[in-house]
Nanobody, 130 residues
Framework: QVSLVESGGGSAQAGGSLRLSCIASWHTYTHYCMAWFRQAPGKEREGVAVINEYGGTQYADSVMARFTITLDKFKNTLSLQMNSLKPEDSAMYYC????????????????????????WGQGTQVTVSS
């Protein structure tokens, strides 16, 4: 069972930047989708960004051109660079993964259907003040 551990959350001013990281425990999977979701109090968990084993990415419209998802395969580390932060970005951010025996991992509906991800981290809080 692969585990995920997030870090890098914290507080920032509007317009500022934060970088989140998610380290996956050692594994030998070569096919996977990894993503960031977020959940604000009283709201549904929503997909933010997703990346697959070939580096394909998708972003939620709300973060397009502000957030960048990357994956360091050698370090098993998923990152989310968040720039031009807004107060509405405040939420608990979760790392999620779907490790697969066969591939490729398709990106279709990955941000809309969190049930497609089977491994989740514990979350890291991001708070953006105006």
């Amino acid at each position: 069972q692969v585990s995920l551990v997030e870090s890098g959350g914290g507080s920032a001013q509007a317009g500022g930047s934060l970088r989140l990281s998610c380290i996956a425990s050692w594994h030998t999977y070569t096919h996977y989708c990894m993503a960031w979701f977020r959940q604000a109090p009283g709201k549904e968990r929503e997909g933010v960004a997703v990346i697959n084993e070939y580096g394909g990415t998708q972003y939620a419209d709300s973060v397009m051109a502000r957030f960048t998802i990357t994956l360091d395969k050698f370090k098993n580390t998923l990152s989310l660079q968040m720039n031009s932060l807004k107060p509405e970005d405040s939420a608990m951010y979760y790392c999620a993964a779907d490790f697969r025996e066969e591939g490729p991992c398709l990106l279709d509906q990955r941000l809309e259907r969190r049930e497609l991800f089977y491994t989740w981290g514990q979350g890291t809080q991001v708070t953006v003040s105006s």
